[in-house]
């Protein structure tokens, strides 16, 4: 399936290819406060639909993810990273996608506070 997704203002959109029935919960320092909820999918399925330039990126502890957010709005509808293996990809916050059932998913807790 193909779902839409957007930070707050619009200035950040994007389109996610996949079956998105679950979601990490993750309580380390950024998502805590953040209070995102994430699925993770192959870099090659998600296409941002806006020009780079409208994104703003943080980084924190090792710098390995590009936690990408809106800094017209705040909202925060993606990262980047590689994982272990070397692969690319996307970490979306499925709150920033309206069609999604979040009542619906499976909810995975990840205890990031620890690593």
């Not at 998502?31 to 994104?55: I, M, S």
């Amino acid at each position: 399936m193909l779902y839409e997704g957007s930070c707050h203002c619009g200035k950040i959109e994007f389109e996610v290819e996949g079956e998105l029935t679950s979601a990490l919960d993750c309580n380390c320092s950024l998502c805590r406060r953040r209070g995102g909820l994430l699925a993770f999918v192959p870099r090659d399925k998600f296409t941002l639909k806006t020009p780079r330039e409208n994104l703003s990126t943080y980084t924190f502890n090792t710098h390995t993810i590009q936690h990408r957010f809106c800094g017209t709005c705040g909202i925060a509808p993606f990262a980047e990273a590689q994982m272990p293996d070397g692969a690319e990809m996307a970490c979306i916050n499925v709150r920033c996608i309206p069609a999604v059932d979040l009542a619906s998913l499976e909810i995975q807790h990840w205890d990031g506070q620890s690593h």
